[in-house]
């Protein structure tokens, strides 16, 4: 059964710091990967995504991601968090030629102390 | 270029009553998706429109229903309405670049989402 998994419910950085969201996914198939941010009373925004190709994949506002086949993972990185960046984010998976029916994580909500 | 547009943010209704919630794609896009999010369950994914053809359906009960029109937007209704079904509930648009009958996975842009209370 497809499946993604976010160990972190919630993680609080210092503005500044440095920054790792944790993804695993378990998928028989090709995975795609993606990773969003949703602010309160918001839909979903992309931040980056993997379909092929280097794995390490570069987002909007600095974040990245590394795919890593051999640990079904695929963390989101930021090297130095901002203010704005408290939100909660998802990770998700879909497959080649499925559709678009994606399978979310519970989300890892962020929060950011000056 | 507009993004994913849903119609309304907010609805209260009562036990019992039915809703239509209104999606409109980005232009160009085909492929139409909704899901509902819950805190108690997370998102989850209820159903995908192609080309006005339901390609995929999660698992929720039949109350649940969409339908897609010829210019690719899309409503879903849910019936008799429970008080679990209180939820954001998302729309995603895709583009589906593929031809030739494959079926195609891509990138979902997401609307703001529509705040549905059953009171």
């Known amino acids: 059964a497809q499946s993604v998994t976010q160990p972190d419910i919630h993680i609080t950085v210092s503005e500044g710091a440095s920054l790792e969201l944790r993804c695993n996914y378990s998928?028989?198939?090709?995975?795609?990967l993606f990773w969003y941010v949703q602010s309160p009373g918001q839909g979903l925004q992309l931040l980056l995504k993997?379909?092929?190709?280097?794995?390490l994949v570069q987002g909007i506002k600095g974040f990245e991601a590394e795919f890593k086949r051999s640990q079904s993972s695929f963390n989101l990185r930021k090297p130095s968090v901002h203010w704005s960046d408290a939100a909660e984010y998802f990770c998700?998976?879909?497959?080649?030629?499925?559709?678009?029916?994606?399978?979310f994580g519970t989300g890892t909500s962020l929060t950011v102390i000056p | 270029k507009a993004g994913v547009t849903q119609t309304p943010r907010y609805l209260i209704k009562t036990r019992g009553q039915q809703v239509t919630l209104s999606c409109s794609p980005i232009?160009?896009?085909?492929?139409v998706s909704w899901y509902q999010q819950t805190p108690g369950q997370g998102l989850q994914f209820l159903f995908e429109?192609?080309?006005?053809?339901?390609?995929n359906k999660g698992n929720f009960p039949g109350r649940f229903s969409g339908r897609q029109f010829s210019n690719s937007r899309s409503e879903m209704n849910v019936s008799t309405l429970e008080l679990g079904d209180s939820a954001l509930y998302l729309c995603?648009?895709?583009?589906?670049?593929?031809?030739?009958?494959?079926?195609?996975?891509?990138?979902?842009?997401f609307g703001p989402g529509t705040r549905l209370t059953v009171l």
């Open positions: 232009s160009g896009h085909r492929s």
């Open positions: 998928y028989g198939a090709t995975p795609y």
């Open positions: 429109y192609f080309s006005e053809t339901q390609r």
């Open positions: 998700a998976v879909g497959a080649q030629n499925t559709g678009n029916q994606f399978y």
């Open positions: 995603a648009s895709s583009l589906d670049r593929l031809a030739g009958g494959l079926i195609s996975t891509d990138t979902q842009y």
């Open positions: 993997y379909f092929s190709g280097d794995t």
